[in-house]
Structures are given as C-alpha cells and as structure tokens.
C-alpha cells in the first residue's frame, strides 16, 4: 500500500493529511468505462484511497506549536520504520539472488505491509 503525506500550511495554520493507495488502485485508474469500474470494484479488489486528516494547527498558539510538532515527528517515526522495515526486505532480496533463487518477493510490497 502506498502512502502519501500532505503538510497543508497557509498564513499561522497547519493540516497533516494521509493517503492511503489500495494495492489495485492503479489498474482501477486504467479501467475505460463506468461498466469497467463496477465490474473492477465488485470483484473485491483494493482499488480504494484513504483519506485521514488532523485539524487545523494554529503555529500561534502553543499547544498548536506542539500538536504540529508532534505530527512532524510521527511522520519521521513512521518513515524511519518503514525505511528499516524496506532495507531489511531488500538485503534479503539480494541474500536470496546471491544464492541463485530468483526472490519473487517485491522489496517495497513487503515493506509496505
């Protein structure tokens, strides 16, 4: 699954906003037709995008400041993990080419998981 995260910031004010991409959304998009889309849709795929938003963040205002703050350093939290998470699946995707398999095993899906 991929995801997006958007800082929105105007003027003193701030948002933090995350998209969320099923794993079909993609082939969703390339469908040409309403019919197509239903059918894509009712056959159970992941072809949905999540939306969460924070409220607004007034950076004049302490516990504004710091609700802002507190944002910035989960999204560099979840970052961190993620891009462990996506180098440890890639060394083990170059371990298994290394011994002669072919490592089906796609590092970002896995990391994405």
């Known amino acids: 699954m991929v ?9 003193t004010f701030v948002r933090f906003i995350r998209f969320a991409f099923g794993r079909d959304y993609l082939d ?3 469908t040409t037709d309403i019919d197509s ?6 056959h159970g795929k992941d072809a949905f995008v999540q939306m969460q938003s924070t409220k607004l963040f007034n950076l004049q205002s302490r516990e504004g400041r710091r609700g802002a703050l507190c944002h910035i350093l989960a999204i560099i939290r979840w970052h961190d993990r993620h891009n462990q998470h996506q180098l440890a699946s890639e060394s083990e ?6 011994s002669g398999s072919e490592g089906d095993d796609d590092p970002m899906e896995t990391g994405n998981r």
């Open 37 to 42: 889309q239903k059918a894509f849709a009712n």
């Open 28 to 30: 969703y998009l390339d």
């Open 93 to 98: 995707a170059y371990s298994s080419d290394s």
């Open 3 to 11: 995801r997006i995260f958007v800082v929105a910031a105007t003027s």
